[in-house]
């Protein structure tokens, strides 16, 4: 499956963004779907992830401000980010594959980046 990101852009600390990730494929046959960032100097980290039976997972850092949801009709899968803050200024990565915790070993976007100004 081939998976392109967008909705990143320049925002300031407390705004929202949407990133989108459109699939190439029927998204309702992928078992597992979600978003890795990567900040300079840092480790790649799996922010979000949602299951096709829609179980989420979600990084300590970002629950309670990210939202995860997946529209198989439309084979997008979408991360709603409020109270933005710099700490999230990161490329953001989509996947797909068979395990929200192996989502690294699956299908990757290229990438859309997210900056969040203090």
């Known amino acids: 499956v081939q998976l392109v990101e967008s909705g990143g852009g320049l925002v300031q600390a407390g705004e929202s963004l949407r990133l989108s990730c459109a699939a190439s494929?029927?998204?309702?046959?992928?078992?597992?779907m979600g978003w890795y960032r990567q900040a300079p100097g840092k480790e790649r980290e799996l922010v979000a992830g949602?299951?096709?039976?829609?179980?989420?997972h979600y990084a300590d850092s970002v629950k309670g401000r990210f939202t995860i949801s997946r529209d198989n009709a439309k084979n997008t899968l979408y991360l709603q980010m409020n109270s933005l803050k710099p700490e999230d200024t990161a490329m953001y990565y989509c996947?797909?594959?068979?395990?929200?915790?192996?989502?690294?070993?699956?299908?990757w976007g290229q990438g859309t980046q997210v900056t969040v100004s203090s």
């Open positions: 494929g029927i998204i309702a046959s992928i078992n597992a």
């Open positions: 949602i299951s096709r039976g829609g179980s989420t």
């Open positions: 996947t797909a594959g068979e395990f929200i915790p192996t989502l690294a070993l699956g299908s």
